[in-house]
C-alpha cells in the first residue's frame, strides 16, 4: 500500500523509541536499524488505517521481528569468533532511549546487556518491555501472545537473572571522569599494584574483537592478572604503534551510561573500553575492538565536540 505523509511521520515519531527497544533486544546497534527498517516496510504493506493503537502494533510488530532475529543471532556467536559483547553507544546517543529511572538507565548498560545474552528471548523481551519502557504486564502480554499472569512469571525470573548477575554501581560524569583520571594514572605508572589497589579481587577485562581484530579468546580473571594486562596494554611500543597504523589519542567518555575509555585514530574509533564499576572498585573492563561493532561509535564521534585527548597510546 502507498503511505500518506501522516502515516510516515506516523512512523517516524515512533522510531526512536523502537530503535531504543531493538537495540537491547539485539545488543547490535546495526542490527536494531534493520529491525526497525523491516517494521517500517510491514507498516507500508499493511492497513493504517484499521490500526486504531500505532505504538502498539509497531512495538507488537519490532519485538517479534527481533525475537526471530534473536534465535538466528545465537547460532551465530557460537561460531563467533572470541568474546562477544554488545555493540558500545557513547553519550547522548538516540538509541540509548530513555533514562529518567534507575532502570531504564541500567537496562542500556554493558553489564546488564551482558546478562540479558544469558537469557531466553522470551525473558529478554519482558525484561526491556517492563524494565526499560514501562509497558504493563497486559501490554506485554499481548505483544508475545502470552498470559499476563505468564508475563509476570517470565519477568521476575528475568529480573533475578538480570540482579544475580549485575554488580554495578551508578555514578555521576563528574564521578566517571575522576575514575577514568585514576585508572589511566595507574595504568601508565608502569607498575602493577597502583592498578590492583584500584580493582575487585574477581574483577575481569574482556576484549571482542571478532576475529579482525587481535583479542584475547578467554577474559582476563582475577585482580592480579587484569591489572597485568592493563599495564601491558598501555605501555608503548613501537610494535603496538606499526600494527595500529599510528598512536591513538585516548579520550574519557561515557558509553551505555559507564565510564569509558575511547580511542580514537585518523579520527576513526578503534577502540570503546567500558568499565563497570562498583563500591568496591572496577569489576570488569570490557573492550570493544572489533571495527563492524564501531561504526556508529565513529559517526556520533564524528559529529560530537570531544575535546582534547588525555593521552597519546603507544
Known amino acids: 500500500m502507498v503511505l500518506t ?21 539485539l545488543g547490535s546497534a546495526s542490527e536494531a536499524e534493520d529491525a526497525v527498517q523491516e517494521a517500517f516496510l510491514r507498516w507500508q504493506a499493511a492497513d493504517t488505517g484499521r ?31 572470541g568474546q562477544w559483547l554488545p555493540e558500545p553507544l557513547l553519550a547522548g546517543d538516540p538509541m540509548l532511549g530513555p533514562a529518567d529511572t534507575v532502570e531504564q538507565r ?9 546478562v540479558l545474552e544469558r537469557l531466553s528471548p522470551n525473558e529478554r523481551a519482558v525484561y526491556v518491555l517492563r524494565e526499560a519502557f514501562e509497558y504493563t504486564h497486559r501490554e506485554i502480554a499481548e505483544i508475545l501472545d502470552v498470559t499476563e499472569a505468564a508475563s509476570q512469571q517470565i519477568f521476575h525470573r528475568a529480573k533475578k537473572h538480570v540482579a544475580d548477575g549485575k554488580a554495578r554501581t551508578e555514578i555521576d560524569e563528574a564521578a566517571a571522569r ?19 589497589r584500584l580493582l575487585t579481587q574477581d574483577a575481569v577485562a574482556i576484549g571482542d574483537g571478532g576475529g579482525k581484530v587481535p583479542a584475547r579468546a578467554r577474559a582476563f580473571e582475577g585482580a592480579l592478572a587484569v591489572a597485568k594486562f592493563m599495564r601491558g596494554l598501555f605501555k ?36 570503546v573500553m567500558c568499565l563497570a564499576v562498583t563500591d568496591e572498585g572496577i569489576a570488569a573492563f570490557r573492550n570493544q575492538v572489533n571495527p563492524d561493532k564501531l561504526e556508529r561509535a ?9 575535546g582534547e585527548p588525555l593521552l597519546h597510546v603507544f
Open 236 to 271: 608503548p611500543g613501537a610494535a603496538k604503534r606499526a600494527l595500529v597504523g599510528g598512536s591513538p589519542a585516548v579520550h574519557a567518555t561515557t558509553a551505555n551510561g559507564d565510564p569509558a575509555l575511547v580511542v580514537v585514530l585518523d579520527g576513526r574509533v578503534i577502540g
Open 5 to 25: 505523509a501522516n502515516d510516515v511521520d506516523r512512523f517516524e515519531a515512533s522510531r526512536p523509541r523502537l530503535e531504543a527497544i531493538a537495540y537491547r533486544l
Open 298 to 306: 565513529t559517526e556520533r564521534w564524528a559529529a560530537t565536540d570531544h
Open 51 to 81: 490500526i486504531e493503537v500505532p505504538e502498539a502494533w509497531l512495538t507488537k510488530v519490532l519485538t517479534n521481528l527481533c525475537l526471530n532475529q534473536l534465535t538466528s543471532a545465537r547460532a551465530r556467536r557460537e561460531t563467533y569468533v
Open 178 to 196: 575522576r575514575i577514568i583520571d585514576e585508572f589511566l594514572a595507574a595504568a601508565t605508572s608502569g607498575q602493577t599494584e597502583p592498578l590492583v
Open 106 to 114: 541500567e537496562s542500556v548498560s554493558y553489564a546488564v546487556l551482558a
